[in-house]
């Protein structure tokens, strides 16, 4: 089993910036993959970023130039950096980290953007 918790959501103004932070535990492999994606109210869950240790990050369009995503191979941590946000980026996140063909999910944390 592996276990994923997020953290780091919040309320924020628009143009302001948060960072996600998301730790993963337990039978984890060497080639994983780690993800951050989203649900905002009725609409579906959508990727927003993913990243493995051999390979460049892929980003959603709608975040490139905006969100970065970062991992620490030895922590099995992975980061969202999120900048300039805007009111259509609130949703509740979530980490999900894929190793031996599944995919563990977190809690999911809270991202608001709002004046």
């Known amino acids: 089993q592996v276990q994923v918790v997020e953290s780091g959501g919040g309320l924020v103004q628009p143009g302001g910036s948060l960072r996600l932070s998301c730790a993963a535990s337990?039978?984890?492999?060497?080639?994983?993959?780690m993800a951050w994606h989203r649900q905002a109210p009725g609409k579906q869950r959508e990727p927003v970023a993913r990243?493995?240790?051999?390979?460049?990050?892929n980003y959603a369009d709608s975040v490139k130039g905006r969100f970065t995503i970062s991992r620490d191979n030895a922590k099995n941590t992975v980061s969202l950096q999120m900048n300039s946000l805007k009111p259509e980026d609130t949703a509740v996140y979530y980490c999900?980290?894929?190793?031996?063909?599944?995919?563990?999910w977190g809690q999911g944390t809270q991202v608001t953007v709002s004046s």
């Open positions: 337990g039978r984890i492999e060497n080639f994983y993959w």
């Open positions: 990243i493995n240790r051999y390979a460049p990050a």
């Open positions: 999900g980290v894929t190793t031996s063909g599944v995919t563990y």
